[in-house]
C-alpha cells in the first residue's frame, strides 16, 4: 500500500513536471512565431526553445530534491520566503549562462547581447519569476497533501478511538441483560424469550453501525426501549418510564448506544439506589437543526457528582461527543429539586 502510494506520488510529479515545461516550451514557440512576423520562426529558435524548457524540468527537479533534503517544507513561512527568493534569482542566473552554450551549435550566439549586464539582469529576473511560481505552485501541492493526509490520519485514529468505547460499553452491557434474562427463564419462559429478542435487537444494531458510530434517532429510540424493556424485568413496577419525542428527531443521526448508556447510568446509579424504584423520562425537541435529548431519572446529585457514581458511562459519552463533533455538542448532567437528575445532550445535524 505504501510503495504504491509512493509510485502514484512519483507518478504525478513526472506528469505535472514533463505537462508543465511542455506547455512552457509551446507558449515560448507560439509567442516567437507571433514576434517574428512575416518573416517565421527558424527551426534553431524552436530548438533553442525547446532545450530551454528541458534545462528549466532538470534544474526544478535538481531543486526539489534540494528542497527535500534541506527539509525546507518543514520550515515556518518567515525562514522559507527569504530562502525561496534567493534560492530562485540564483536559479535563474545559472539558466541564464546555462542558454549560451546552447545557442552556440545553433548559430544564435551573440556575445555583445550575451554579456551585456542589463540583459543578464533582465532575463534573470524574469526566469527567477518563472522559478518563483514554480515554487509556489510545488509548495502549494505539498501543503495540501499534507493536510489530506493528516485529515485521513486524525479520522483514522477517530474511528479507532470510537471502536475502542464501544468495545468498554458493551460488555458491561451485555451482562447485565443476560442476568436479568437468566433470573426470568424459569419464572416466564415466553417473557425471557421475549428478553432475547431485545437483547438480539440492541446488538444487531451495534453491529451495523456506520464508521463514525452513529445510527438513526429511531434505531437508537427502539434500542432504548429494548433496554427498559430488558429492566422492566428486574425491577418490576418499581421503574416506569415515560416519553416525550419531538417528531423531526428523526431526522437525527445520534452515537449508537449512547442515549441506552445514559439511561441504564440513570437506572444503576439512580433508580436502582431507592427502594420505592423511579421513573425514567425521556424529552427530545430540535430547534434551529440543533437536537437537545434530555433524561431524566429519580435520584439525587452530591456536590456535582451522582451518589455511588462510577463506571465509564459519563466519560465515555463525553469522549465520544467530542470526538464526533468537537466543540459542536455539549453535554450538562444537573439535580433538580434534590428529586431528579437531568443529563441533556445537544448535538447538531450531521449531513
Not at 514533463?18 to 514576434?35: H, K, R
Not at 429510540?221 to 417528531?247: A, C, N
Request: glycine share 6%.
Amino acid at each position: 500500500m505504501v510503495n504504491k502510494m509512493v509510485n502514484n506520488k512519483a507518478r504525478l510529479y513526472w506528469t505535472l513536471q514533463i505537462g508543465g515545461w511542455t506547455l512552457y516550451a509551446f507558449t515560448q514557440i507560439i509567442f516567437s512565431v507571433f514576434a517574428s512576423g512575416s518573416q517565421g520562426i527558424s527551426t534553431q529558435r524552436v530548438i533553442f526553445l525547446t532545450y530551454e524548457a528541458v534545462f528549466c524540468l532538470l534544474l526544478t527537479h535538481v531543486f526539489r530534491n534540494l528542497i527535500t533534503r534541506w527539509h525546507w517544507l518543514n520550515a515556518g513561512m518567515a525562514v522559507l520566503i527569504p530562502r525561496v527568493i534567493v534560492s530562485v534569482f540564483v536559479l535563474g542566473l545559472i539558466f541564464y549562462f546555462l542558454r549560451i552554450p546552447i545557442s552556440l551549435p545553433l548559430g544564435l550566439f551573440n556575445s555583445k547581447v550575451a554579456f551585456d549586464i542589463r540583459n543578464i539582469v533582465g532575463l534573470t529576473a524574469i526566469y527567477a519569476l518563472i522559478f518563483f511560481l514554480w515554487c509556489v505552485l510545488y509548495f502549494i501541492y505539498n501543503y495540501f497533501e499534507r493536510y489530506n493526509t493528516s485529515l485521513k490520519l486524525e479520522a483514522s485514529v477517530k474511528e479507532i478511538e470510537l471502536n475502542n468505547l464501544k468495545s468498554q460499553l458493551n460488555p458491561h452491557f451485555i451482562f447485565n441483560a443476560l442476568n436479568s434474562i437468566r433470573a426470568l427463564v424459569d419464572e416466564n419462559p415466553l417473557k425471557s424469550k421475549e428478553a432475547i429478542n431485545q437483547l438480539s435487537n440492541i446488538l444487531r444494531n451495534s453491529l451495523t453501525t456506520g464508521k463514525r458510530g452513529l445510527t438513526k434517532f429511531d434505531e437508537e429510540l427502539k434500542i432504548v426501549k429494548d433496554y427498559l424493556g430488558l429492566e422492566s424485568i428486574r425491577f418490576e413496577e418499581r421503574l416506569r418510564t415515560e416519553f416525550d419525542i419531538d417528531p423531526a428527531s428523526r431526522d437525527f443521526l445520534v452515537p449508537s448506544l449512547m442515549i441506552q448508556t445514559l439511561v441504564e447510568n440513570g437506572i444503576k446509579h439512580g433508580i436502582s439506589k431507592l427502594t420505592a424504584g423511579g421513573i425514567i423520562q425521556m424529552k427530545t425537541a430540535v430547534h434551529d437543526d440543533r437536537l437537545t435529548i434530555q433524561i431524566r431519572n429519580s435520584g439525587q446529585y452530591t456536590n456535582g457528582a451522582r451518589r455511588n457514581a462510577g463506571g465509564l458511562g459519563l466519560q465515555n459519552t463525553k469522549q465520544r461527543l467530542k470526538l464526533i463533533y468537537g466543540e459542536k455538542a455539549s453535554f450538562i448532567i444537573m439535580s433538580e429539586n434534590n428529586t431528579f437528575v437531568l443529563t441533556e445532550i445537544e448535538i447538531p445535524h450531521l449531513r
